[in-house]
Structures are given as structure tokens and as C-alpha cells.
């Protein structure tokens, strides 16, 4: 487990998830939130094939701006302008929009751990940290993400051996200043 300086209540489970979160700290702010401009690529260039951001245009659309080249490769392909619940199990689609939003609403970063199970039979667990940002109109409706395959198989094509299921095992609200949002364990579990 690695800990954060910025937020070390939080154990992550990879380093880089560490070091986004740090990162993410150290940006200038405005009532709790950076400018999306203030996100400088060429500070984290080692994070950005596991990055992804996600722009809440209304409920149930959640516009994919940019996905990473690893991210790609785990959806079997880009998504970068797609909704990004298209690729959610409807029936967790309202549930994944309410846990998205608190972030930007409330605001909050989140953590959340994701067993993801390929058509081969292949389950693969991932931690993503995600982050609120504002867009250029000032407003918080922008997320960064930053994943990791916990354990992941080196040499294997993904994008051949496309996702069948994906789920949240859980998900833990981290505090950037604001507190935590309500939100029930148990949805994650349905």
C-alpha cells in the first residue's frame, strides 16, 4: 500500500495512484477545484497512458475528452467521445452517474477498485483515482482519472479479448476539503 503526503488517510494500492493524488494536491485551486489548464501533461508524463477524462455534460452523459493509450487497450478500443455510461451495464447506470456527479457536486475525489472480466475468462482488478476539475467556464464538470491493472498479464492483447463485465468492488470518497458525500457501500454490491 502506497501513501499519499497530500491525502494520507488514503491507501492506494499502486504508486502511480500515489503520485497522481499528490500531483492533483499540488495544483492551484479555485474553492477547492483546479482549472483543468492548470493539469500540465509534461509534469506526469509516465501517468498519462493510464489517464482519462470524463466531462459531466447532463445526467446520463458523461463525455469521454481524452482516454489513455493503456485505457484503450482495456476497453478493446477508444473512447475518447463516447458517453462514457454507453459501456456501463445498464442496469448500474443511474448508480455509476450518482457516484460520478458527487465528485464534481460535492466536491470530493474518489477511489475505487474495479474487477473487470474479459470474454476469455480473464478477471483483472484495477484501482482508479479520480479527481474534479473545471473546465474553461469555471465550472467543476470535469474528471481525471488515473487507473491501474493491479494484476495485470504482461504480454496479453486486450483488445482482442474484449470485456465482457465490469463492476465496482468498491469505492472510497476521498476529502479535499469539503468532507465526503453520502454514499451507501451496498449500492457497489447490487
Known sequence: MYTSAAFP??????????LFADYWASLPKIDLVPMRSAFDPSDVPHLLQTCEIHELVRPGVVLVRLSGSDMANRYSGDITGKNYLDIVDPSRRDKVWRALSHIVNHPSAMCVRIRNVRASGLVTDAEAVGFPFRGADGRATQIIYQSNINNPKELWDYRQDTRKMSRALGRTYIDIGAGVPDWDPAEDEE
Not at 488517510?9 to 500515489?18: L, P, S, T
Request: net charge negative; proline share 0%; aromatic share 10%.
Open 9 to 18: 488517510d488514503i491507501a492506494f494500492e499502486n504508486d502511480r495512484a500515489r
